[in-house]
């Protein structure tokens, strides 16, 4: 099955600053790579994906950048409110698959103002 | 996006009982999955919940303690049987859209005494 780390465990950062999150894969047939963010008391939540035909992608604060030869991708989150802390998982997978992918440990962001 | 909903959405149970969660979505979706998170873990899939047909388990859950029905496909239900401590869990139901998209519910907060 598909082995999948994310680093790190926990970040903390000043309110505007960037924070950065990795997640290494180890199926390099996995062609899907979303990020999920977790707040307290609440399911995971999508918040970006990328697939395997594009490198980076970008919304609003928020960008995934995929490096498929490497197998990992990073979310980066630019100018952090404290509304953006929380757990954020990654959960690389193959198409129509998604459902059935392996979660990271998840990384606990603490923005603090 | 598809709208889930879940009940309850916790309860604390004696060992020994059972408890049947419910899990409905707003739109008819075929893929639907049961995960459990254990406190400060990340997701592990328990199975995919199959409309007419029974569920398929992952490795380590078995049906007899996670009985899961699926009579249609909007509605799926989750047991957890002779609960102990152990069973003490966030229990979340997911769907899959036809673009990977997964959508979770907010999750049942399982308390086992």
């Known amino acids: 099955g598909e082995n999948v780390e994310q680093h790190p465990s926990t970040l903390s950062v000043q309110e505007g600053d960037s924070a950065v999150i990795k997640c290494t894969y180890s199926?390099?047939?996995?062609?899907?790579f979303p990020w999920y963010k977790q707040e307290l008391g609440k399911g995971p939540q999508l918040i970006i994906d990328i697939r395997s035909n594009v490198g980076e992608k970008k919304d609003q604060r928020i960008a995934v950048t995929l490096n498929k030869t490497a197998k990992h991708f990073s979310l980066h989150i630019t100018e952090t409110q404290p509304e953006d802390s929380a757990v954020y998982f990654c959960?690389?997978?193959?198409?129509?698959?998604?459902?059935?992918?392996?979660f990271g440990d998840g990384t606990t962001l603490t923005v603090k103002p | 996006s598809a709208v889930i909903s879940q009940k309850p959405s916790r309860d604390i149970c004696q060992r020994g009982t059972s408890l049947t969660i419910q899990c409905q979505v707003d739109?008819?979706?075929?893929?639907m999955f049961w995960y459990r998170q254990q406190p400060g873990q990340s997701l592990t899939l328990i199975a995919t919940?199959?409309?007419?047909?029974?569920?398929?388990?992952e490795s380590g859950f078995v049906i007899d303690k996670f009985p899961i029905s699926r009579p249609n496909l909007t509605f799926s239900t989750l047991t957890v049987s002779n609960m102990s401590p152990e069973d003490s869990s966030i229990y979340l139901c997911s769907v899959e859209e036809q673009t990977d998209t997964q959508y979770f519910g907010p999750g049942t907060r399982l308390t086992v005494l």
């Open positions: 199926d390099s047939a996995s062609n899907y």
């Open positions: 959960a690389p997978s193959r198409a129509a698959n998604a459902g059935k992918s392996t």
């Open positions: 739109s008819q979706v075929t893929m």
């Open positions: 919940a199959n409309q007419g047909s029974e569920a398929t388990y």
